[in-house]
Nanobody
């Protein structure tokens, strides 16, 4: 059974940084695109950043220049480095995986983690 386990969330002041990790039990991790979604209170789930199997990256406009997605195929782990955090970044962050390329549509991802809470105080 495939598992994605996020870690690294927490409470941080505005302007601070957090690094999220997503450890995946995928046998062929390198062939999967990894996405980081978030869902804030009363909001729809949105794609924040994604990285394809070929290391092509996508960022939502709201996080460009502040967040960086990366992956370590040797460790079956994806990361989301979040800098210059804002209160509006407060949300539950989920990692997700799908074979091949990136899609911004959440239903396009086959596997999901349980989510990790990120709270940014003003």
């Amino acid at each position: 059974q495939v598992q994605l386990v996020e870690s690294g969330g927490g409470l941080v002041q505005a302007g601070g940084s957090l690094r999220l990790s997503c450890a995946a039990s995928l046998r062929t991790f390198s062939s999967y695109a990894m996405g980081w979604f978030r869902q804030g209170p009363g909001k729809e789930r949105e794609l924040v950043a994604a990285i394809s199997s070929g290391d092509f990256t996508y960022y939502a406009d709201s996080v460009k220049g502040r967040f960086t997605i990366s992956r370590d195929n040797a460790k079956n782990t994806a990361y989301l480095q979040m800098n210059s955090l804002k209160p509006e970044d407060t949300a539950v962050y989920y990692c997700a995986a799908r074979p091949g390329g990136i899609t911004r549509i959440s239903v396009g991802y086959d596997y999901w983690g349980q989510g990790t809470q990120v709270t940014v105080s003003s």
